[in-house]
């Protein structure tokens, strides 16, 4: 069982490896506690407010998404995962933002 959860982790392509990024995020929180979305969020970088997310669990895994707007507003993500990210936790250490 741990060797099927090394398996699946380790062939999870990492947020900051899929897109990289001049700066860690303002905010990183997950929505679950062992499994669920995390959010990479920065307020304002580039002229763009950006946001990337990826579900991650023990044992699966999604490919992280990006999407952006201007800067002070919210994107299609924010709006649809609103009240889970009021009461987002922090995101495990394997899983934060690599500067």
């Known amino acids: 069982m741990i060797l099927a959860v090394l398996f699946f982790?380790?062939?999870?392509?990492?947020?900051?490896?899929t897109f990289e990024m001049s700066t860690?995020?303002?905010r990183q929180?997950?929505?679950?506690?062992?499994?669920g979305?995390?959010?990479?969020?920065?307020d304002c970088i580039d002229d763009e407010h950006v946001v990337i997310t990826a579900y991650t669990s023990p044992a699966t895994c999604a490919a992280p998404e990006m999407e952006t707007v201007a800067c002070?507003?919210?994107?299609?993500?924010e709006i649809a995962h609103a009240d889970e990210l009021a009461d987002c936790r922090e995101?495990?250490?394997s899983m934060r933002w690599s500067e």
Not at 9 to 15: L, V, Y
Not at 37 to 42: L, R
Request: charged share 25%; glycine share 6%.
């Open 9 to 17: 982790t380790a062939c999870c392509e990492r947020p900051w490896q």
């Open 24 to 26: 860690p995020p303002d």
């Open 29 to 35: 929180c997950r929505t679950g506690t062992e499994a």
């Open 37 to 42: 979305d995390d959010f990479y969020i920065w």
């Open 72 to 77: 002070g507003e919210q994107t299609e993500m």
């Open 91 to 93: 995101v495990p250490q």
